[in-house]
């Protein structure tokens, strides 16, 4: 009987002990299928994040262009032989490459000192060709000073900001559609307003951008001082006509003399008058006081 107690004791060890086993073994898989499925997901929100960044990537390079978006201006200060006549060749130049005159002046300060300015928008492939023509006109350059300014990063700010500005308004309009209170709809519709207002400043300053772009700036200064040399055969010399002018000044100068004369006569002759009855008077007062007594 004890041994049969023994033998029912010892398998329900037996039994305990393969239970245990089991367990373990159950909860190690258990473990090793969470580490597995965990590192997995770690891969694939890797992967993804790298997509993410790579699509960025792609994003930022489709929108800067790869044309840089500079703003050109020139000053040219130039002596020339014949002013006239190289300002019509600058001006013809102009017309050719296909630019506009914003300016033109001419100042004559004296016969011999003559200065003319001009203001010129060039496309911008032609910017070079032009300066170069420019000087190819003059005798001496004195002055040349060319700039650029780069404002492809301002420019590609501004296409974003309209971007997500449209963007904005494009879900306006559709919540416009939508609602269905006035408040709602007045509410939508200000900030509409608001948004197309933005839009339309930001669209100015991108057309601006690209026009300062695609034409060039360029002022020119010119000079000319003449040398005059004075010269028999540069007036006419009329003898004949100088005395008769002459003559005729003397004889007006006479006529003007007599008048004044005839004049002062006329209009004093009271006066003289007077005065003559007067001195006779006095002349044979006098008279009588000298007769011997």
Same mark, same amino acid.
């Given at each position: 009987? =004890? ?18 086993c089991s367990s373990s073994d159950s909860s190690k898989e258990d473990s090793q299928t969470e580490s597995s ?7 694939? !929100? ?23 978006? &500079? ?38 300060? /004296? ?6 300015? %001009?203001? $010129? #928008? ?13 000087? +190819? ?5 004195? !002055? ?5 300014? @780069?404002?492809?990063?301002?420019? &590609? ?13 494009? #879900? ?11 408040? @709602?709809?007045?509410?939508? /519709? *200000? ?13 100015? =300053? ?9 034409? *060039?700036? &360029? ?6 001082? #003449? ?7 540069? =007036? #006419?010399?009329?003898?004949?006509? =100088? ?6 000044? *003397? ?11 005839? $004049?002062?006569?006329? +209009?004093?002759?009271?006066?003289? %008058? ?5 001195? $006779? ?7 009588? !006081?000298?007769?011997?007594?």
């Open positions: 009987m =004890k041994s049969k107690v023994v033998l029912a004791l010892l398998l329900s060890g037996l039994l305990v002990l393969l239970a245990s499925s965990t590192s997995h997901d770690m891969v694939v !929100t890797e992967q993804e994040n790298k997509d993410k960044t790579e699509e960025l990537a792609n994003e930022q390079s489709e929108v800067i262009p790869t044309n840089r978006k &500079i703003i050109h201006r020139a000053e040219l200060q130039l002596n020339v032989k014949n002013l006239e006549k190289t300002q019509l060749t600058i001006e013809e130049k102009v017309s050719e490459y296909g630019g506009y005159i914003v300016e033109s002046n001419v100042h004559r300060e /004296s016969e011999e000192s003559i200065s003319a300015r %001009l203001t $010129v #928008r060039i496309p911008e492939k032609h910017f070079q060709t032009f300066l170069t023509d420019a000087e +190819g006109e003059a005798a001496e350059v004195l !002055t040349r000073n060319v700039t650029g300014e @780069d404002v492809t990063e301002q420019y &590609i700010d501004l296409e974003s900001r309209v971007k997500s500005k449209r963007t904005v308004e494009e #879900r306006l309009l559709a919540f416009m559609g939508k609602a269905e209170k006035t408040e @709602d709809l007045l509410k939508i /519709s *200000s900030d509409l307003s608001k948004v197309q207002e933005e839009i339309e400043l930001i669209v100015g =300053k991108i057309k601006y951008l690209e026009n300062q772009t695609s034409f *060039s700036t &360029i002022e020119i200064a010119m000079y000319e001082n #003449r040398v005059i040399v004075p010269g028999v055969d540069g =007036k #006419r010399l009329d003898t004949w006509e =100088k005395t008769k002018k002459q003559l005729a000044t *003397s004889m007006n100068f006479i006529f003007a003399a007599g008048s004044g004369l005839i $004049v002062l006569f006329i +209009g004093n002759l009271p006066v003289l %008058l007077l005065l003559l009855l007067v001195g $006779v008077g006095i002349y044979f007062i006098f008279k009588r !006081t000298r007769k011997p007594k």
